[in-house]
């Protein structure tokens, strides 16, 4: 294989663990060192190889809350609906850590205030982001009122209803696709903007972008199932040829033939053991 000899290895400014998230880990391992039961309700973060590093520590993730009788339950980053943090906090055998992010906790409270503000009650709240995603589903449940998931340009289009809108975002979609869907509510409505995509999303997605531009390869490293990392990764796509991976074993030596730049960026929620395992895999590759 005709490998160059040496690559230039680049890694963006900003990757990695952002502080919402390197907060929810340290509660975790706290609370694993001291309580014998310790779960959350779906993974804390979305990060695969993270997950299963914590459930060696006896993190253990379960999917309903009537499986959980009494012991510790973390919140994960996403946030749960509020219906089921309230029969969590009626358990008085369960004892609860909130490892919500603060950026997601902003947005709920956001929310509940425009459900409960007497203003604003009668009017739409619209949510920028992915239907289907824990933190939109979480962020719905705030509302009292009528709330309408909008995830891009297409849909805000063929949105009808004509009268007073708060619009609010999912924290870590791209401030073009928020930006875009406001401008056509405003066409025929009455909008009041909420902005509420975390800074830590916003870094990591422009170092991502400009480093983009000066590579002929980008490593996006983070779980598949992770929202940050699959928009870092079609944001680089636009510039230059790009690889969404979550483990080293996914990395194949033909992706560098002919190849002299090379960037890697991670998701908010990628361990650094993770990007360091890969970057030293390209690095030997590199060598060869």
């Known amino acids: 294989m005709d490998l160059k000899s040496r690559l230039n290895i ?21 609370a694993a060192d001291r309580e014998r039961k310790v779960y959350t309700l779906g993974p804390i ?6 997950v299963e590093r914590l459930e060696k520590k006896r993190i253990k993730i379960l999917t309903s809350i009537n499986k959980i009788k009494s012991g510790l339950v973390i919140l994960r980053t996403h946030g749960i609906p509020f219906n089921l943090h309230r029969k969590l906090i ?6 609860i850590i909130d490892a919500t992010c603060p950026f997601v906790k902003r947005a709920q409270v956001i929310m509940k205030q425009l459900s409960t503000d007497i203003e604003s009650k009668g009017k739409i709240v619209i949510i920028v982001g992915e239907r289907v995603h824990p933190e939109v ?3 719905m449940s705030y509302s009292s009122g009528k709330c309408v998931v909008i995830e891009n340009v297409a849909e805000a289009q063929n949105f009808k209803c004509i009268g007073d809108l708060s619009v609010l975002s999912q924290t870590t ?14 066409k025929q409505n009455r909008v009041r903007v909420y902005n509420t995509i975390c800074k830590a999303t916003f870094d990591r997605q422009r170092s991502a ?13 983070g779980g598949k199932n992770s929202g940050n990392t699959t928009r870092l990764a079609q944001i680089c796509s636009v510039n230059t040829n790009t690889y969404h991976i979550e483990t080293v074993e996914s990395i194949k030596e033909e992706w560098f033939r002919d190849i002299s730049n090379v960037g890697l960026t991670a998701g908010a929620s990628t361990p650094d053991w993770v990007i360091e395992g890969i970057k030293k895999k390209v690095m030997e590759i590199s060598m060869k």
């Open 10 to 30: 680049k890694i963006a400014d900003s990757a990695g663990f952002c502080f919402g998230v390197k907060r929810a880990i340290n509660l975790a391992e706290k």
């Open 45 to 50: 973060i979305h990060n695969p190889q993270e």
């Open 90 to 95: 009626k358990n008085k055998n369960i004892n």
């Open 137 to 139: 589903i979480a962020l």
């Open 173 to 186: 979609q791209t401030p073009e696709n928020f930006e875009n869907i406001v401008e056509v509510l405003k």
């Open 209 to 221: 972008e400009e480093l983009s531009k000066s590579v002929d390869l980008m490593i996006v490293i």
